[in-house]
């Protein structure tokens, strides 16, 4: 069987490259390793350019058999219709436009998708829902620490897992690692919660006329968890 390709959203950023700061695109090795471990072949999309057109936007998504929308920066609350809380972390214009321009094109097309971290947030936002800015700021301090001081490769708060996510993980409690400030507020209509953390914070959801788009609030990809690596087979499979 052919290996799909999967495109994997990198971040701009800077960089030190000894004396001068060039503009980058980057992405993590992790998600990289963990897509071709899953069986497919990984290739890195950028927003450095464009807006790309629509028509662009529909190449892209031709050549590949899925995507997988990686984390990073904060999305900006335009997208949502709010104006930017004191609270806001560093956005890219650029990469929203372009992922939630994938996002349409990639369900017209019915390509499969993985959102990871800020994946679940531009992929709410992309269908209409809205987003914590901060979530200490918006539901107070009384709230699951979801930004974890410890190690990626630590677990750190409870999900209770619901549809998809108990299936895949055949048990209805597991415990994943967070690293996020916002979160998804008000979930788009055609998505369905999957995973909440006990302050109630959505952690997971799948399209619910597309079970082969899905998105998690945690990060799979920095540990070689066997619950994590199946999220990624599983993704893998529905590119094929
Ligand atoms: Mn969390």
Redesign the pocket.
């Known amino acids: 069987m052919k290996k799909p390709i999967i495109g994997i959203i990198g971040l701009g950023t800077m960089i030190d490259i000894g004396q001068s700061k060039p503009k980058v695109t980057v992405l993590q090795d992790d998600y990289i390793k963990r897509v071709y471990e899953a069986g497919g072949l990984p290739i890195v999309l950028t927003a450095s350019v464009g807006p790309y057109d629509d028509e662009e936007v529909g190449r892209i998504v031709e050549l590949v058999d899925g995507v997988l929308l990686s984390g990073g920066e904060d999305i900006h609350p335009m997208f949502y219709g709010q104006e930017p809380a004191n609270s806001l972390m560093r956005v890219s214009i650029k990469r929203d436009t372009f992922e939630i321009a994938l996002i349409h094109e990639c369900i017209a097309r019915g390509k499969s998708m993985f959102g990871i971290c800020r994946g679940i947030q531009i992929l709410n936002v992309a269908l209409g829902g809205t987003l914590y800015q901060d979530i200490i700021e918006e539901r107070g301090r009384g709230t699951?620490q979801?930004m974890q001081r410890n190690g990626s490769e630590d677990v750190h708060?409870s999900v209770a897992l619901d549809g998809l996510l108990k299936e895949l993980y055949r048990k209805e409690k597991t415990y994943?690692n967070?690293f996020?400030h916002q979160a998804v507020k008000d979930v788009a209509e055609d998505l369905l919660i999957c995973a909440e953390?006990a302050d109630g914070?959505a952690?997971a959801c799948v399209h619910k006329k597309n079970d082969n788009i899905f998105a998690v609030?945690?990060h799979p990809e920095r540990a070689s968890i066997a619950e994590y690596q199946k999220l990624f087979q599983y993704f893998v499979q529905n590119c094929q």
């Open positions: 699951v979801h708060h994943v967070s996020h953390s914070i952690e609030q945690w």
